[in-house]
């Protein structure tokens, strides 16, 4: 039966106090406006703040390869006030400990001391005053960036902050290439500054002479002094001796101090005997002498291992590690684990302990003893089954006998259902992405930028595969890839997209998409095979790069970098899979004529164009809308018969609240407007380890601890559209502040609609339906809350859906949609 009604729906909640003006809906379901993907539910993946590592990959050991150094700062003597400071090593036998900054790399060099600042860093030394005397230190620079660096005389009441401090800074400005005298008195006041000439990467020599109110300063050596002056108004007479940046990562070296006839070298760094990579600690107990270091020779993938020789004595001697953030790997009583690691010995037989243990190793839960006795890298595999429950265990490994053991690559794995499927994924992350409804997964992001981001470093044995430099972990490794996303997802039944770096070869790109579709015949296929997978992974979208023709700005030269690339790779990729849609990812600027040039050079190549948006505005959905319609336009207007469409692979921002869920409600609005233009709308990031945020991309769906997985509000946000999806548009009107849009299925049957108040004020509302007979009950499903308002781990569902049945009693009532809210209204035929 055809007609037309109003409906009210009662459904009322503390937001509803307030309710603004009479809204009303208008729809007819009769009439359709376009198509819908299923694709359109989707999330971005990367490892961006340890999603992966310390996340969805099962592992359980931070810092498996050792990669990352020891700090080796000597903070018996030296006190941190900011910043991050790392020294460099290099051992009388030649081999290197690199210790950089948290994001530089450099030459290396004997001895020195890095920084790399947050804000403001200093370094005072603790064991004495120095007031008098002749001061001599080299520094130079890591990266363009920031003021410049200083050494801090005569300093007391330092704290963090550029003006924190009593006392002088003779700083060398990197900026505008003086050399400045600074006076502190918790303010700043420039006494006096030299220009000069020096190279900032380079290392520059220091001395100064200090002398009651006088001071002298020299630069490289020379005779003649930069900066002679004396301060007679009010001099600071005593105090410390510092290290200082202004804002610029920078290495500092040979630091001495000659007074009262004695020369006295400070000492910036731990003994070298005591180095053990920056993600472990060291355990040593009872009366033994033992000694930690880091070699950067004979490592078993990367650069780096990791030492331990049990001098003498009696007691322990070895490493224990607590996962990311030290806090704590979850253990059950009666779970297994299994694991490896790579040891070696030059000592012969070498008994060596893998336990879990408790955080202060006082108790053990399980262990095990393997027998090392080759000089050479071996594979020694380990089982351990837990007696006791525990959040926040360790791993160890350890030695209880004189002898000397390398080791590396440290593998620690859950077993049965605390896997994924089978995979080395953790399960409840893993169930958690599934139960949000994602219809779509996209692996990448600034990530695949990084240089040393490869296919061929991510496939076969992950103990072998090569750490690199990445974007956002220096240390980076590869256990988890593009394969291991791929069977996520083959598991997960999810379609899936990937990104790669722009100057992977054609014939690398090419072995790719052989490796990944090609049957076992073929030689890549075949390699497939042989590690695990027969079947083909049926790829179906690849994006070559990821925000390109962003970084360096909108140069031509780089758009045309980028053209060069992709045609390369398409080149390569097509002529293994002609099936295979490759998604251009340079970066949206509709005014600039190189995004023009770019779109034309790609199209009938590219089937995509990744489209990067804004999310975190509480109302995101109008302006997407708009950028999007000027998209769809403007491909048109370029090539009339274009197929180009628009997958937007991340929706950004800082947010994770309930202002962000309705953000993303309102940008699915918006995408269900333009049809099948648009692939998949995927917020980012997918997830997010509590507390822990290294970047200020604060935007995980998903939450988690070493013992707990929990939903954000936009994950609520997915869910309740994926779980109602319905494949057709149709007509929608509305007269008010609501955000609307309505589907229905094919077959006519159900009619949903999606509406977004992102008004404080609840909203009344009627709600008229036609061509749409319906059961005289809905079914109402609400996201509501404070904009602020968030998920935490002792109140996981504090901001969730809520379903509720609602009888209709007439067919002309009202509807109140509270305020900040998100509601899905399902209608059914009889």
């Known amino acids: 039966m055809i007609r037309s009604l109003f409906i009210a729906l009662t459904f009322l909640s503390v ?168 006076k502190h008195l918790n303010a700043f006041k420039l006494l006096a500054e030299k220009p000069i000439s020096f190279s900032p990467d380079q290392w520059n020599h220091l001395k100064i002479e200090l002398a009651g109110m006088h001071l002298v300063a020299y630069l490289n050596g020379a005779t003649q002094a930069i900066l002679d002056y004396s301060d007679t108004d009010a001099p600071i007479l005593t105090g410390k001796l510092g290290l200082c940046t202004a804002g610029s990562p920078t290495s500092f070296n040979n630091i001495q101090v000659v007074s009262g006839g004695k020369t006295t070298v400070l000492p910036l760094v731990y003994p070298v005997d005591q180095q053990v990579s920056d993600l472990w600690d060291r355990i040593q107990s009872g009366a033994v002498n033992a000694e930690f270091s880091l070699e950067q020779k004979n490592a078993l993938n990367g650069s780096t291992t990791q030492v331990i020789n049990f001098v003498s004595g009696s007691g322990k001697v070895g490493l224990a590690n607590r996962s990311l953030n030290r806090w704590g790997i979850a253990v059950k009583e009666g779970q297994s684990f299994t694991g490896s690691c790579y040891l070696r010995t030059p000592v012969g037989s070498l008994p060596v302990t893998i336990a879990l243990e408790n955080a202060d190793g006082s108790k053990t839960y399980a262990k095990q003893t393997v027998s090392v006795s080759t000089t050479t890298w071996k594979k020694y595999t380990f089982s351990l089954v837990t007696n006791s429950t525990d959040p926040n265990a360790r791993f160890t490994l350890y030695l209880g006998q004189k002898g000397k053991l390398y080791v590396d690559q440290i593998t620690l794995l859950s077993t049965g259902e605390n896997q994924f499927k089978g995979l080395p994924l953790r399960a409840d992350i893993g169930n958690a992405l599934v139960s949000q409804g994602l219809s779509f997964l996209r692996y990448a992001g600034s990530m695949v930028n990084a240089p040393g981001y490869r296919f061929k470093k991510m496939i076969g044995d992950r103990a072998h595969r090569p750490p690199y430099t990445g974007h956002w972990n220096e240390y980076s490794t590869n256990g988890f890839g593009f394969e291991e996303f791929l069977q996520f997802c083959e598991a997960a039944n999810l379609p899936a997209a990937f990104a790669i770096n722009i100057e992977e070869t054609e014939q690398d790109a090419a072995d790719m998409v052989e490796y990944l579709n090609g049957n076992v015949s073929t030689p890549w296929g075949k390699k497939r095979a042989e590690n695990g997978h027969p079947k083909p992974y049926a790829v179906k979208y690849i994006e070559i790069g990821n925000e390109e023709v962003l970084f360096e700005g909108d140069d031509k030269k780089i758009s045309d970098h980028y053209i060069e690339r992709f045609l390369a790779l398409y080149k390569a990729i097509q002529e293994k899979d002609p099936s295979i849609s ?69 929706e950004n921002g800082g947010l994770h609240n309930m202002q962000r869920a309705l953000g993303h409600a309102t940008i699915l609005n918006a995408v269900r407007r333009h049809g099948d233009f648009i692939l998949t709308s995927c917020p980012a990031n997918a997830l997010e380890p509590y507390l822990q945020n290294d970047n200020g991309w604060n935007q995980g769906q998903i939450f988690f601890t070493p013992t707990q997985v929990w939903g954000m509000p936009p994950f609520y946000a997915q869910q309740m559209a994926s779980r109602n999806h319905l494949p057709l548009r149709v007509s929608a009107s509305v007269q008010g502040t609501l955000d609307i849009t309505a589907t229905r299925s094919e077959n006519g049957e159900i009619l949903v609609l999606h509406i977004v108040n992102v008004d404080s004020l609840a909203q009344e509302t009627a709600i008229r339906l036609q061509n749409f007979s319906m059961t005289k009950q809905v079914q109402a499903t609400t996201l509501a809350g404070p904009l602020d308002g968030q998920n935490l781990p002792d109140s996981p569902k504090a901001i969730s859906a809520e379903d509720k049945t609602i009888d209709l009693a007439s067919e002309i009532m009202n509807y109140r949609f509270p305020a900040h809210s998100y509601t899905i209204l399902r209608f059914e035929r009889p």
């Open 582 to 650: 490759l998604v251009c990812s340079a970066w949206w600027r509709p005014k600039s004529p190189n995004t023009e040039a770019v779109f034309k050079a790609l199209d009938g190549k590219a089937a995509y164009w990744d489209y990067h948006v804004w999310a975190d505005d509480k109302n995101s959905g109008p302006g997407v809308d708009k950028e999007i319609t000027r998209m769809d336009s403007l491909f048109h207007a370029w090539s009339p018969n274009t197929t180009m469409k628009c997958a937007i692979f991340e």
């Open 15 to 182: 937001a509803d106090v307030c309710v603004a003006q009479t809204n009303q809906i208008s729809v007819d379901a009769n009439v359709v406006l376009n198509k819908i993907p299923a694709t359109l539910y989707g999330s971005c993946m990367e490892d961006v703040n340890h999603e992966i590592y310390g996340g969805l990959y099962d592992q359980k050991i931070f810092g498996e390869s050792f990669e990352e150094p020891a700090s080796g700062i000597n903070y018996t003597y030296w006190k941190k006030s900011g910043g991050y400071w790392a020294a460099d090593r290099e051992y009388s036998d030649g081999s290197i400990s690199i210790v950089p900054g948290r994001h530089t790399r450099r030459m290396v060099a004997k001895n020195d001391l890095d920084v790399e600042p947050d804000r403001n860093a200093k370094l005072i030394y603790q064991a004495s005053d120095v007031n008098d005397g002749v001061i001599d230190v080299d520094l130079r620079f890591l990266q363009e960036r920031g003021i410049g660096a200083s050494i801090l005389l005569r300093v007391s009441n330092a704290g963090i902050g550029e003006n924190a401090l009593t006392g002088y800074e003779l700083r060398l400005n990197r900026e505008n290439r003086k050399l400045q005298l600074i």
